[in-house]
């Protein structure tokens, strides 16, 4: 059965809780694992979620086709993950920006895996690696999305490659 998103958009553009509620339980499994991407513990994936949400409510008259709904509350999750973690500490996503080629393939592993591996990363890193290896951006378009230069994204990229990959390696 597909979802009606166009009434869930309706109600919820005219604040009915019973839409928003919709709205709320369509959205939160995805949004939550976007979160737990992004954020070092749960309780952090909570106020992220609570922020995002937050502007979904707030934006979501600006949705002009309700069939795209998950996708447009999928980007707004992540800028919402992207802009805690910049406020949090620019310094963090600048560490360590030594560059070196680092393009070894990961091993097969479970999602399960490779969320706990990246408990170990930096905020710089997790969020990189979330970028490049997860959402799919290229080093320019993560680099655009950061307001960072190409190599700094590189360098922490190659060093989140390279401490997921060792922690990874221990588990086979």
Not at 18 to 39: T, V
Not at 46 to 57: M, P, S, T
Not at 72 to 87: D, E, H
Request: aromatic share 6%; glycine share 4%; net charge positive.
């Amino acid at each position: 059965m597909e979802k009606d998103y166009a009434k869930i958009v309706s109600g919820s553009r005219q604040h009915k809780p019973a839409a928003q509620r919709a709205l709320y339980d369509e959205l939160a499994p995805m949004a939550m694992g976007i979160c737990l991407r992004y954020a070092p513990d749960r309780e952090e994936a909570r106020d992220l979620l609570q922020d995002g949400f937050v502007k979904i409510y707030e934006k979501i008259a600006t949705l002009r086709q309700p069939e795209k709904l998950r996708s447009w509350a999928y980007n707004i999750m992540v800028n919402t993950c992207i802009q805690r973690l910049r406020r949090l500490g620019r310094e963090q996503l600048m560490e360590d920006m030594d560059s070196f080629n680092d393009e070894q393939p990961l091993p097969d592993i479970s999602t399960s895996e490779i969320m706990a591996a990246m408990e170990s990363l930096t905020p710089g890193q997790r969020l990189v690696f979330n970028l490049c290896c997860i959402e799919g951006l290229s080093l320019d378009e993560a680099a655009a999305k950061l307001r960072s230069n190409n190599s700094n994204v590189r360098a922490l990229l190659c060093k989140a490659r390279r401490q997921m990959r060792t922690i990874l390696n221990q588990k086979l």
